[in-house]
């Protein structure tokens, strides 16, 4: 399977450090140029670890479409890979992309939503501790959907 992945998503991925999970579970990823150059900006939180992690990923789309919506740049090629190679998951969390991309039939997954296949598959034992990781950064998560989750998760 393949999964092109946005920037949000990769971020709160690496905040609570499963980025390695994203091969395990779909095999091939692939970063956009475009979400590349979001998440290694420099004083950026966790730019080393995604750059590291981005090796090997980064791909150039070959489309220049400019969609007439207020997309950034980094979910708009995410989008465009995704359709150019016939990815099998979008990985992104951004609410307005993700509405988007399903009105193109295209498979979103959240990052909360990779972690919960991640302990569906074994990868992970607990969701809970992720939670808060992710609720001590700067990355918002409310009461509502932690709770969802982790009810999602059995825990």
Same mark, same amino acid.
């Not at 690496?14 to 091939?28: H, R």
């Not at 475009?34 to 950026?44: D, G």
């Given at each position: 399977?393949?999964?092109?992945?946005?920037?949000?998503?990769?971020?709160?991925?690496?905040?609570?450090?499963?980025?390695?999970?994203?091969?395990?579970?779909?095999?091939?990823?692939?970063?956009?140029?475009?979400?590349?150059?979001?998440?290694?900006?420099?004083?950026?939180?966790?730019?080393?670890?995604?750059?590291?992690?981005?090796?090997? %990923?980064?791909? =150039? +789309?070959?489309?220049?479409?400019? *969609?007439? &919506?207020? #997309?950034?740049?980094? /979910?708009?090629?995410? !989008?465009?890979?995704?359709?150019?190679?016939?990815?099998?998951?979008?990985?992104?969390?951004?609410?307005?992309?993700?509405?988007?991309? %399903?009105?193109? =039939? +295209?498979?979103?997954?959240?990052? *909360?939503? &990779?972690? #919960?296949?991640?302990? /569906?598959?074994?990868? !992970?034992?607990?969701?809970?501790?992720?939670?808060?990781?992710?609720?001590?950064?700067?990355?918002?998560?409310?009461?509502?959907?932690?709770?969802?989750?982790?009810?999602?998760?059995?825990?």
């Amino acid at each position: 399977m393949i999964l092109i992945a946005d920037s949000s998503a990769l971020i709160t991925l690496s905040i609570v450090d499963k980025l390695d999970i994203l091969e395990k579970l779909f095999g091939e990823v692939y970063i956009p140029k475009a979400v590349y150059e979001e998440i290694v900006k420099k004083n950026k939180q966790e730019a080393n670890r995604l750059r590291d992690f981005c090796q090997g %990923k980064i791909k =150039d +789309i070959s489309t220049k479409i400019n *969609f007439n &919506i207020s #997309l950034g740049k980094g /979910e708009s090629e995410a !989008i465009i890979l995704y359709k150019e190679i016939e990815a099998d998951f979008l990985l992104c969390d951004d609410k307005k992309a993700k509405k988007f991309a %399903k009105s193109f =039939d +295209i498979n979103v997954i959240g990052s *909360f939503g &990779i972690l #919960l296949r991640a302990k /569906e598959k074994g990868l !992970i034992s607990e969701i809970a501790p992720l939670i808060e990781i992710v609720k001590n950064s700067d990355i918002f998560l409310s009461d509502s959907a932690s709770q969802l989750i982790l009810k999602m998760a059995g825990e």
